[in-house]
């Protein structure tokens, strides 16, 4: 739809090599023809769905593709320029520090590269303004995490706000958010803002709870807060009383199998308590999807009109961990295209 695409947006849910799109797969699996790896064990294609376990292998498949400086560079860049292209004007991208010892990446190489690609894309002009949120991997535990708050507070200092939180994510049937709270907690004592993965999957409801006492930021999916799909009128009320945004991801919980249908996401009973929603894409590359696709189909299956995707997209910009001088240039903008788009 034209006007999904002409629509300026902003993108707060976006993993980095879930983001990869076929074009600069192909030419990562160029590179490395002895992997032997195929396009059909990197993404997942329309009308298909795998556990979210099977998303997980593919993550791995993906990051076997993206193990050097030069890879990770060329692909955040490609992500970046695609995400404008599809007219995102703001964007948070996430992403996990990684170590590959073969190619001698380091965490610190890994969230410099990430930001390098960042400033060259803003140096060529792109048209957004990106931003960096480093990722803590639930299945590495304690330890990991708190060494990955430690440099995302470093970057955070020295990245001329590039870097302005963290993120909580990785396969949710592992570890506990109870171990990892001390990090969260530290992280956020520092000025990281928390976008936290809370309640994608059921039997997650102590967890949220405890981690609603830092409280984040904002909440990836929160699929399972509801007390008829398992989670309680507690965590609703918490999350209501917080005014705490969502970051809702239709297609990637339909492929990923924790929603049965579109019909029936969670978007429109928290959209209808005027809770603040944000559409996102999660894994724009692994769920063939595009942020403008995501508008469509929030409009197509809950009846949202024009007017009502424009101040849905308006509305995001709050929920971004922008500085305030960012969000004043991001609402003027919008302000700006609306009469030439409603
Ligand atoms: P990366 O952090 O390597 O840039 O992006 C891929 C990683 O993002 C995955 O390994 C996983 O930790 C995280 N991720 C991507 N999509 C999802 C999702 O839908 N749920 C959760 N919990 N984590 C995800």
């Known amino acids: 739809e034209p006007f999904c695409r002409a629509l300026p947006k902003v993108e707060l849910h976006a993993h980095l ?18 992997l032997n790896i195929k396009h059909s064990m990197t993404a997942i294609h329309k009308g298909q769905r795998r556990t979210l376990d099977e998303c997980f292998q593919v993550f791995k498949v993906i990051h076997q593709l993206v193990d050097s400086e030069e890879d990770l560079l060329m692909a955040a860049k490609a992500v970046i320029r695609e995400f404008s292209e599809d007219g995102v004007r703001y964007l948070e991208l996430r992403s996990t520090p990684r170590v590959e010892t073969n190619t001698g990446l380091t965490k610190r190489k890994y969230v410099e590269t990430v930001i390098e690609a960042i400033r060259q894309c803003k140096q060529e002009d792109v048209d957004i303004d990106v931003r960096f949120l480093v990722a ?28 302005v939180g963290m993120d ?18 530290k992280a956020r004592n520092c000025g990281l803002k928390l976008a ?42 918490k999350v ?58 929030a409009a197509s299956t809950f ?23 960012i969000k004043q240039q991001l609402e003027k903008r919008w302000a700006e295209q609306r009469s030439q788009l409603l």
Request: a negative charge.
């Open 303 to 325: 009846g949202l009109d024009q007017e009502a995707l424009w101040i849905l997209s308006q509305q995001a910009i709050s929920c971004s961990f922008a500085p305030e001088a």
């Open 136 to 163: 803590v991997d639930r299945r590495n535990g304690p330890e990991v995490a708190m060494e990955t708050v430690k440099l995302a507070e470093d970057y955070m200092l020295s990245s001329e706000g590039i870097v």
């Open 196 to 237: 936290l993965h809370m309640s994608e999957v059921p039997c997650q409801k102590e967890e949220s709870e405890l981690l609603l006492t830092l409280p984040p930021d904002r909440i990836g999916h929160g699929t399972f807060l509801h007390p008829e799909v398992g989670g309680s009128w507690s965590l609703v009320h």
């Open 168 to 185: 909580l994510s990785g396969d949710p049937m592992v570890g506990h958010g109870k171990d990892l709270l001390p990090a969260l907690q």
């Open 240 to 297: 209501r009383e917080g005014n705490i945004p969502l970051e809702l991801c239709l297609t990637s919980n339909i492929m990923g199998k924790t929603v049965e249908s579109y019909e029936k996401h969670h978007f429109p009973y928290w959209y209808k308590l005027g809770h603040p929603c944000v559409l996102c894409t999660d894994d724009k590359g692994v769920f063939s999807t595009s942020l403008s696709q995501e508008y469509q189909l």
């Open 17 to 34: 090599n879930g983001s990869i799109s076929v074009a600069t797969m192909e030419r990562l699996i160029a590179r490395k023809p002895h």
